[in-house]
C-alpha cells in the first residue's frame, strides 16, 4: 500500500500511474472493481464536489464498507486521479481529427475541454495539484500540441500558442463552472442569477458613478436574454481573436525570415509580389 508519507518523500513522483504496487492476495469483493469506484466518484465529484469526497461515503454511495475499496486504490488522491483521466475522455479526439485543418482542431479540443470543466466543476482545483498523466490525459495533451504543431509557428513559439488557448480555456470554462454551482446553490436559473445580481449593484447609488463607464457592455449583455448564449457569443468571438493571434504570428515569422531586405520592399510597394531570390 502506498501512504501519504511516502508521497510527502517523492513529490514530483507521487502518482497514481507512476507507483507499483503488489498485487494483493486473494480476491476483492463481489461485485467490485476500479471502474466502477471511478464511476461513482465521478457522479459524487459532481454532485457534491472535492470536499465532500471521502473514502468512508464514497464506500456508502457504492453499499460496500470502507476496506473493501482498498482492494483497488490506496488513497483518496488515486481516485481522483483516476477520475481525472475518465473526465479527459470524454474530449472527442475522433472529432478532433476530423477537422480539416489546425483551426477546426484547436476549436474542437478548445470547446471539447470547455465543456468538461463545466461538467465537472471539481476538475478545475485539480489541475495544478496532480499531474494528470493517465493515458487519457496524455492523449488529449498530444492532439493539442499535434495541432498547434500545425499552425507552422517556431518550436519556441508553440508552448505559448497552447498556453494562450488553454490556459483562456480553462479559466473560462472555470469561471462558468462556478457560476452555474452558484446559481444552482441559490436554487436559481443562471439566468435570473444573472439579472438579479446585476441589478442589485446596478440600482445601488455607491456604484453608480464607478459603473457608468460600463453601461453599454452591461447594456449589450442583456440585450441577448440568455447567460448560456452570452457563455457561447463570447466564448467563440475570444477564440477566433486568439486564432487570428496565431495567424498573425505566423505570418510575422514568415516575413521575417524573408530577411530585411524583402521586408522593406514589402512595406514599400505593398502590392507588388515580392522577387524570386537571384542565383547565387
Given amino acids: ?56 461515503r464514497l464506500a456508502a454511495e457504492l453499499g460496500v464498507t470502507a476496506m473493501s475499496l482498498y482492494w483497488y486504490v490506496d488513497t483518496k488522491d488515486d481516485i481522483i486521479e483516476y477520475a481525472i483521466d475518465t473526465a479527459y475522455r470524454e474530449i472527442d479526439l475522433d472529432a478532433v481529427a476530423a477537422g480539416a485543418d489546425w483551426r477546426e482542431r484547436i476549436r474542437t479540443l478548445a470547446l471539447d475541454y470547455r465543456r468538461m470543466l463545466v461538467r465537472h466543476p471539481w476538475m478545475s482545483p485539480c489541475a495544478g495539484q496532480y499531474l494528470n498523466i493517465g493515458p487519457y490525459a496524455i492523449a488529449v495533451g498530444s492532439r493539442i500540441q499535434e495541432a498547434i504543431r500545425e499552425t507552422g509557428l517556431p518550436l519556441g513559439g508553440q508552448p505559448g500558442a497552447m498556453s494562450a ?70 466564448f467563440s468571438y475570444a477564440l477566433d481573436i486568439l486564432i487570428a493571434g496565431i495567424e498573425t504570428m505566423v505570418a510575422r515569422e514568415t516575413a521575417g525570415a524573408e530577411g530585411p531586405g524583402r521586408l522593406r520592399e514589402a512595406s514599400e510597394n505593398p502590392g507588388t509580389p515580392p522577387k524570386a531570390p537571384e542565383s547565387p
Avoid at 6 to 24: C, F, H, I, Q, Y
Avoid at 191 to 199: L, N, Q, R, T, W
Avoid at 200 to 225: C, V
Wanted: no cysteine.
Fill in 165 to 234: 488557448v488553454f490556459q483562456f480555456v480553462y479559466g473560462y470554462g472555470t469561471i462558468e463552472a462556478q457560476f452555474e454551482r452558484r446559481a444552482a446553490d441559490a436554487g436559481m436559473s443562471q439566468d435570473d442569477f444573472y439579472y438579479d445580481s446585476v441589478a442589485a449593484f446596478r440600482d445601488d447609488p455607491q456604484f453608480r458613478e464607478a459603473l457608468e463607464p460600463m453601461t453599454d457592455i452591461l447594456d449589450e449583455r442583456a440585450s441577448h436574454g440568455s447567460v448560456s448564449a452570452i457563455w457561447e457569443r463570447d
Fill in 1 to 56: 500500500m502506498v501512504k501519504a508519507a511516502d508521497r510527502a518523500k517523492n513529490p514530483t513522483g507521487s502518482s497514481v500511474w507512476l507507483e507499483e504496487r503488489a498485487a494483493r492476495g486473494g480476491g476483492g469483493p463481489a461485485g467490485l472493481d476500479r471502474d466502477r469506484i471511478v464511476a461513482a466518484s465521478v457522479r459524487m465529484l459532481d454532485r457534491d464536489g472535492l470536499a465532500k469526497l471521502s473514502m468512508r
